[in-house]
T-cell receptor, first 117, second 113 residues
Framework: AQTVTQSQPEMSVQEAETVTLSCTYD???????LFWYKQPPSRQMILVIRQEAYKQQNATENRFSVNFQKAAKSFSLKISDSQLGDAAMYFC??????????????FGQGTRLTINP | DAGVIQSPRHEVTEMGQEVTLRCKPISGHDYLFWYRQTMMRGLELLIY????????DSGMPEDRFSAKMPNASFSTLKIQPSEPRDSAVYFC???????????FGPGTRLTVL
């Protein structure tokens, strides 16, 4: 079974600075997807960024980018120019490729990010 | 698009009562998922459906939990009888076939006294 580990329960950063959230995972599969979801106090789960394992190029979405290291099974999230609205719980998640059959997301325990003004 | 709709948003009940949580997925999405979020166990999958058929219910904690999807636009998660340890936030998510991104509803916060 796949597992996802986020080793940083809490992180804080000064507004406008850059912060990196860590995520590692364990799998024997070669094709899969990785995600970062954001959960603000409203509880809504919001997709931040996704990465397909077969793509070597790291995904980017505006101020958000990932560092995907497939061999190391590492998938970190970098937030540049941090804004107060980025304060939230961040969850790393794994999903098998559809041809593997399983469609479920496996989540890490989350990292609570605080932005200091 | 209204997104995934869940009701109620908050539910407070007493131990032993039946609780029914409801979900309307995004139109055209073939997959529907029920997740539970607790402080102790984080986010975990309870069950998911494909074309209204349950595919994997291995995460359903025990027989007190049941889920149905009578049609493509509606699903329920029922707990009978409820217990205080069932207190959690329950999320519904949907996914269109051939894609990889699940869309989450706002969640239902359940408190069992």
């Amino acid at each position: 079974a796949q597992t996802v580990t986020q080793s940083q329960p809490e992180m804080s950063v000064q507004e406008a600075e850059t912060v990196t959230l860590s995520c590692t995972y364990d799998t024997s599969e070669s094709d899969y997807y990785l995600f970062w979801y954001k959960q603000p106090p409203s509880r809504q789960m919001i997709l931040v960024i996704r990465q397909e394992a077969y793509k070597q190029q790291n995904a980017t979405e505006n101020r958000f980018s990932v560092n995907f290291q497939k061999a190391a099974k590492s998938f970190s999230l970098k937030i540049s120019d941090s804004q107060l609205g980025d304060a939230a719980m961040y969850f790393c998640a794994y999903r098998s490729h559809p041809y593997q059959g399983a469609q479920k997301l496996v989540f890490g325990q989350g990292t609570r990010l605080t932005i200091n003004p | 698009d209204a997104g995934v709709i869940q009701s109620p948003r908050h539910e407070v009940t007493e131990m032993g009562q039946e609780v029914t949580l409801r979900c309307k997925p995004i139109s055209g999405h073939d997959y529907l998922f029920w997740y539970r979020q607790t402080m102790m166990r984080g986010l975990e999958l309870l069950i998911y459906f494909n074309n209204n058929v349950p595919i994997d219910d291995s995460g359903m904690p025990e027989d007190r939990f049941s889920a149905k999807m009578p049609n493509a636009s509606f699903s329920t998660l029922k707990i009978q009888p409820s217990e205080p340890r069932d207190s959690a936030v329950y999320f519904c998510a949907s996914l269109p076939s051939g894609t990889d991104t699940q869309y989450f509803g706002p969640g239902t916060r359940l408190t069992v006294l």
